[in-house]
Structure formats: C-alpha cells, structure tokens
Nanobody, 121 residues
Framework: VPVLESGGGSVQAGRSVRLSCKAS????????MSWARRAPGKGLEWLSG???????YYADSVRGRFIISSDSFKNTVSLQMNSLKPEDTAVYHC????????????????WGQGTQVTVSS
C-alpha cells in the first residue's frame, strides 16, 4: 500500500485531531503529498500539501488552523487540525504525486482509503 492514513475519530468543536499518512515513496526526491477531504454531499477539497524539500501550502479554508508536517525518517506526513468546526466533518484522504504540490487533485497518483473525522457542536 503506497499511502495509508491513520488518526481521525469524533471530537467536539474547538478540539484538535492529528492525522498521519505513511507513504513509502514520499522521501524520494521530486515528490509531494497532500491532504484532501470530502464532506457529506460535497466534492473533494484540497486542503494542504508538502513537498519533499519541506515547502508547505494551504487552502484558505484551513490556513492558520491546520498544520502539515513530514517526518522523513518515518516516511510520514501529518496534518494537525486545530480549532475544529462542525463543517470540518469529512473523510480525509492523503495523496502522493510526482513533482511539486498542486491543488489539482487529478494530478495525484496514489491515494489512501481515507479516515473519518466527525466534529460535533
């Protein structure tokens, strides 16, 4: 399995959740990982990405609340989600691509199955 998410669960609004994604090929040069989510009844939304050189990118909807990071020794990319809101309820996926981070999700080749995050008010 090239990409595998973990974490998630049910939390109350205002709390934090940390998601992790293990990707065996991420630390290879010229690759990028992103997190995306699909909320109930909505399309897939790009949230944040990190390149193998450590550059990070965020969607306006999560900038300042979510933090993406990578651990090269563990081949893991994490998403720290703070100040969660009920509208953050979604299935969260990580995905990997060759090249730079892109918000165009069609460019990503390997996807995890996703992990559910439910935020209650």
């Amino acid at each position: 399995v090239p990409v595998l998410e973990s974490g998630g669960g049910s939390v109350q609004a205002g709390r934090s959740v940390r998601l992790s994604c293990k990707a065996s090929e991420f630390t290879s040069s010229n690759s990028a990982m992103s997190w995306a989510r699909r909320a109930p009844g909505k399309g897939l939304e790009w949230l944040s990405g990190i390149s193998s050189d450590g550059a990070t990118y965020y969607a306006d909807s999560v900038r300042g609340r979510f933090i993406i990071s990578s651990d090269s020794f563990k081949n893991t990319v994490s998403l720290q989600m703070n100040s969660l809101k009920p509208e953050d309820t979604a299935v969260y996926h990580c995905a990997m691509k060759v090249g730079k981070v892109s918000s165009m999700l069609s460019e990503y080749d390997d996807w995890g199955q996703g992990t559910q995050v439910t935020v209650s008010s």
